[in-house]
């Protein structure tokens, strides 16, 4: 009676640890995804944050480059490449369009998180001849 | 008399507690999964809404280049409020309204009910040809999905 009740236990324990590992599985798959989510949207965040103070600082200076330069930039052949330890990276690609009354500038913020691209805001600012 | 008290685990014992382990690990990884969805769908909406808000600006300073530009094409021509008001329909800038006083509106949608107002001054014969005195962001009304809850004791 005493050996067929330490078998029984055995067997329960057995099947317990084998259940428990299943489950633990699955939980922590589950609390894998939500650190990935939340890794996602606090870069985007700070990200975004970077890329409208690049943008406003843009839309109040006149030499493009220089501002750019001076948010710590830095010149990757056409465009502008800002990697930061926080998890992302800021590309700016400039665009002029000039007319005899001014120039349209416009400067593409494109963030990556890695190889996967977060958004793309745009910078424009007209400039116009301010003398004939 | 000496008696000897004897613990053991019983059966069903382990399968209790396991229960209970499972449980409370699934709830509380459910809960950190619904707090990152949460999160994730805040970070989107602000993401959506500030992209638009640039977009619209982007938008913006087309259309005053346009209008510079044409302003420019036709300095030297007689500019009253209505050679320019058809310059613009013409040039597919009828959404700028201009008043008597040489005042300039347009609207620009900015999403989720906001609008990027957009006024100012024209001075034709002179330099600048424009200057622009409200540049705003209004929220007419709020999107019927997205209500406020206000918290009201």
Redesign the interface.
């Known amino acids: 009676m005493r050996n067929y ?1 330490g078998n ?2 055995l067997i ?2 057995m ?2 640890i084998l ?2 590992a299943l ?2 599985a699955i ?1 922590l798959r ?2 894998a ?3 990935a ?2 890794q ?3 870069v ?2 700070i990200a ?1 944050m970077r890329a ?1 103070d690049t ?1 406003e600082t843009l839309a109040v200076s006149t030499d493009t480059v220089t501002a750019l330069q001076s948010l710590g930039f830095s010149s990757t052949g056409e465009d502008y490449e800002l990697v930061s330890p926080d998890g992302y990276r800021l590309t700016a690609s400039i665009h002029r ?1 000039t ?4 120039e ?1 500038t ?1 400067v593409e913020l494109h963030a990556y998180r890695g190889i996967t691209e ?9 400039q ?5 | 008399m000496n008696t000897k008290a004897e613990y053991r685990i019983g059966v069903g014992a382990s399968t209790i507690l396991m229960i209970l382990v499972v449980l409370a690990l699934a709830a509380l990884s459910l809960l950190s999964f619904s707090s990152a969805r949460s999160n994730a769908a805040l970070s989107e909406r602000n993401l959506t809404m500030t992209l638009s808000y640039y977009q619209a600006t982007a938008q913006a300073q087309q259309k005053l280049a346009m209008m510079d530009a044409l302003l420019a094409d036709h300095a030297t021509d007689a500019i009253d409020t209505n050679s320019i008001i058809s310059l613009f329909v013409e040039h597919g800038l009828q959404d700028i309204t201009l008043s008597e006083n040489m005042t300039f509106t347009f609207q620009i949608d900015a999403g989720a009910g906001r609008t990027l107002r957009v006024e100012g001054t024209l001075t034709p014969v002179s330099y600048p040809r424009y200057t622009v005195t409200r540049h705003e962001l209004t929220s007419q009304t709020l999107p019927d999905e997205q209500p406020l809850n206000v918290y009201q004791p």
Not at chain 1, 118 to 126: D, G, I, K, S, T
Not at chain 1, 128 to 132: A, C, D, E, N, R
């Open positions: 009740k029984t236990l329960e324990l099947v317990v259940f428990f489950s633990q939980v589950v609390f995804h939500a650190q989510l939340n996602v949207a606090q985007t965040n975004l409208e943008a369009f007319q005899p009354s001014g349209l416009t977060l958004f793309v805001l745009p910078a424009v600012r007209y116009g001849v301010s003398m004939p």
